[in-house]
């Protein structure tokens, strides 16, 4: 079964920068929507940003301008850079391969999704 696995995360001062990759053991980032999502204690999941396979990107309000998503089709991997971090960026950060909605909006297919990397913004 294809996995997906993150990696990058830790502990930054604010005004940082990070970068999180995350990495197919097969191909679905070649062939498939992919995003990252993020959670924080007691609060709700977040759509950080999601990516089409034919290269069209959103991201959320709040990361607008200092996260970028990127991805390498020959190496299976997305990677997202964070610039000028805040400590509201603090979370636990997971990757995953998307389905659409009608509607337009994402969601997480189930088996691609990433078991977390943890990024902290504190100084």
């Known amino acids: 079964q294809e996995q997906v696995l993150e990696s990058g995360g830790g502990l930054v001062q604010p005004g940082g920068s990070l970068k999180l990759s995350c990495t197919s053991s097969g191909s679905i980032f070649s062939i498939n929507a992919a995003g990252w999502y993020r959670q924080a204690p007691g609060k709700q999941r977040e759509l950080v940003v999601a990516s089409t396979i034919g290269g069209r990107t959103y991201y959320g309000d709040s990361v607008q301008g200092r996260f970028t998503f990127s991805r390498d089709t020959v190496k299976n991997t997305i990677y997202l850079q964070m610039n000028n971090l805040k400590p509201e960026d603090t979370a636990v950060y997971h990757c995953?391969?998307?389905?659409?909605?009608?509607?337009?909006?994402?969601?997480?297919?189930?088996?691609?999704w990433g078991q977390g990397t943890q990024v902290t913004v504190s100084s």
């Open positions: 995953a391969a998307l389905g659409t909605y009608d509607t337009g909006s994402f969601y997480p297919l189930r088996g691609y």
